[in-house]
């Protein structure tokens, strides 16, 4: 299994961007699924965005439009861009790997997690 670390978390205004970066070591084949998930306190956590090796892509409807996933595989590292973020997209943000494509990208189910890094939206 990957392992897997987050960063670019912080805090941010209103209507601001943060780019997270997750980077992958110790992968044992060159076909992955990544998703980023988030968790509020209390509440399940929720995916977010998803993308294959291959580069196809799968978001939620609630940050469609807003938020990019994209991988760069010679970094082994996938990104989240959050742009225009929302109070409510406060959240501990983390990313999750499965070691295969997925035909659907929103049923996937992670081998390896990573740490999570906080997102912190204020008014």
């Known amino acids: 299994q990957a392992q897997l670390v987050e960063s670019g978390g912080g805090l941010v205004q209103a209507g601001g961007s943060l780019r997270l970066s997750c980077t992958a070591s110790g992968r044992t084949g060159a076909f992955y699924t990544t998703g980023w998930y988030r968790q509020v306190p209390g509440k399940e956590r929720e995916l977010v965005a998803v993308v294959s090796s291959g580069g196809r892509t799968w978001y939620s409807d609630s940050v469609k439009g807003r938020f990019t996933i994209s991988n760069d595989n010679d970094k082994n590292t996938v990104y989240l861009q959050m742009n225009g973020l929302k109070l409510e997209d406060t959240a501990v943000y983390y990313c999750?790997?499965?070691?295969?494509?997925?035909?659907?990208?929103?049923?996937?189910?992670?081998?390896?997690w990573g740490q999570g890094t906080q997102v912190t939206v204020s008014s």
């Open positions: 999750a790997e499965a070691p295969q494509v997925l035909h659907d990208l929103s049923m996937l189910v992670p081998g390896s």
